[in-house]
């Protein structure tokens, strides 16, 4: 399985932006597999952001995020979607998308799959 993610960018505090990652293989695309975003700031480590499972019916989110991030999937087009709102500075970092079989999971050891990340820059 391949994730591709993308829609990262440049935004202002108290925006709003929703990055995207794709799913490709041959045989595999992952609709039956749970799937996760992780991010990295400048000099700290990756951290866990959400996680969703193959139906879209069980999601997970850290505590820093809830309220103001959603996490969504489209099966039929192998996607999976982060829409986030109220950026502030602490938002900005690398978000990696990644992809395990079984439930959604907190632990970066636990997923099998990950994208190359998109860049997200909130300014100040």
């Known amino acids: 399985v391949q994730l591709q993610a993308s829609g990262g960018g440049l935004v202002q505090a108290g925006g709003s932006l929703r990055i995207s990652c794709a799913a490709s293989?041959?045989?595999?695309?992952?609709?039956?597999?749970?799937m996760g975003w992780f991010r990295q700031a400048p000099g700290k480590e990756r951290e866990f952001v959400a996680a969703?499972?193959?139906?879209?019916?069980?999601?997970v989110y850290a505590d820093f995020v809830k309220g103001r991030f959603t996490i969504s999937r489209d099966n039929a087009k192998y996607t999976m979607y982060l829409q986030m709102n109220s950026l502030n500075a602490e938002d900005t970092g690398v978000y990696y998308c990644?992809?395990?079989?079984?439930?959604?999971?907190?632990?970066?050891?636990?997923?099998?799959?990950w994208g190359q990340g998109t860049l997200v820059t909130v300014s100040s």
């Open positions: 293989g041959s045989g595999r695309t992952c609709s039956s597999c749970a």
């Open positions: 990644a992809a395990r079989d079984g439930i959604p999971r907190r632990y970066q050891s636990d997923y099998e799959y």
């Open positions: 969703i499972n193959w139906s879209g019916g069980t999601t």
